[in-house]
């Protein structure tokens, strides 16, 4: 999020949200943030890559915690678990902003552009979750995998969090969104509440 | 793939790749794609947005044809097993094309700038197939979660296929990956082969 971060950065994220919020994201300039910052274009650029960048400004700092939570996770809690877990420690810090991380979501969700550079950093967390769990010992294909299906229950919930109006826990939205997936999932195709999975087996002895 | 394509569009995927996998995508300009393909640059623009589109040239027939086989699937079809399915199908197409996708992937496995743009066009495919199960009747949430849980699972097969030789059946490996998918789901996070599941209770009767 980075919106309260001090200095050059700092302001020319504050100064870019506010143009953004004010005149739609489209519409903003660069030379129009750095000039809101009281900054040059040429301090805009040694920050950011381009305008997209500034919205994405705490992406380092929240895929570095979740990889510390994931190779930091006890040894017996199972891949999936550390996961889920480190997610939501992170995105916890996230919802703690309340409205200010609901408006910068729906700020993405404006823009295809936007909306791009999200699931570019949402496929470079799976990425470096997948390495997290690889460091743990998990085999690289099951850690690709879990790391993956982890992502998308965290963006699910996410998604059903910024719906939300007012102050919502993160961590059962995140539980939930698992369930489901495992339900989805079970080999039965079954849809009902999760239970015990069968083995596969339609009407099966169990 | 598109690379056989006839016309100005097929041309122009055909002259990209050659150029790309004689001197790497980097260092290949537009002009020069247009000028091998025997057409002008104002040509190549009217296909393509710029020269990582050439190699995604057959990516909305791919999520055609995969949208098309998930609504089709019949109404007993588990969604993750119709998703599968259509992933088969159309991943099968891709795999027949033996080296020549194998080579494609290794060229895009090469750029950054590929890299990305083929995670925002899984992306799209995965938004697409959650679209498809939604019109089959799931409901929103778990659509979007089946559908990039079968994205990853295509993601990881066809790696795997790429990274192997010769004729190898596409069909085992996407099957492969989803069940691995499954025990790494599993409540208690075991780890072992796929067999009966348990109820999320370690070491309980059943």
């Given amino acids: 999020m980075g919106r309260w971060q001090s200095g050059a950065e700092g302001r020319l994220v504050q100064a870019a949200y506010e143009l953004y919020l004010e005149r739609g994201f489209d519409d903003v300039t660069v030379a129009e943030i750095a000039e809101r910052a009281g900054l040059t274009k040429r301090t805009f650029f040694r920050y950011f890559d381009d305008k997209r960048e500034v919205l994405f400004s705490g992406a380092p700092a929240f895929e570095a915690g979740v990889v510390a939570a994931v190779v930091d996770a006890p040894a017996d809690v199972a891949p999936i678990d550390a996961v889920v877990a480190a997610l939501v420690a992170a995105g916890s810090g996230i919802t703690a902003m309340g409205e200010d991380a609901r408006r910068r979501q729906r700020l993405i969700d404006t823009s295809t552009d936007l909306q791009e550079r999200e699931m570019i950093k949402m496929a470079a967390l799976a990425a ?58 079970r080999p039965d195709g079954a849809h009902g509440p999760v239970g015990p999975p069968t083995d596969g087996v339609r009407h099966g002895n169990r």
């Fill in 128 to 185: 470096a979750v997948a390495d997290a769990l690889v460091r743990r010992g998990s085999p690289e294909a099951t850690a690709g995998l879990t790391a993956q299906a982890g992502v998308a229950v965290f963006r699910t919930a996410f998604e059903r969090w910024v719906d939300r109006d007012g102050a919502v826990e993160f961590a059962p939205l995140v539980h939930q969104a698992l369930d489901e997936l495992r339900t989805a999932l």
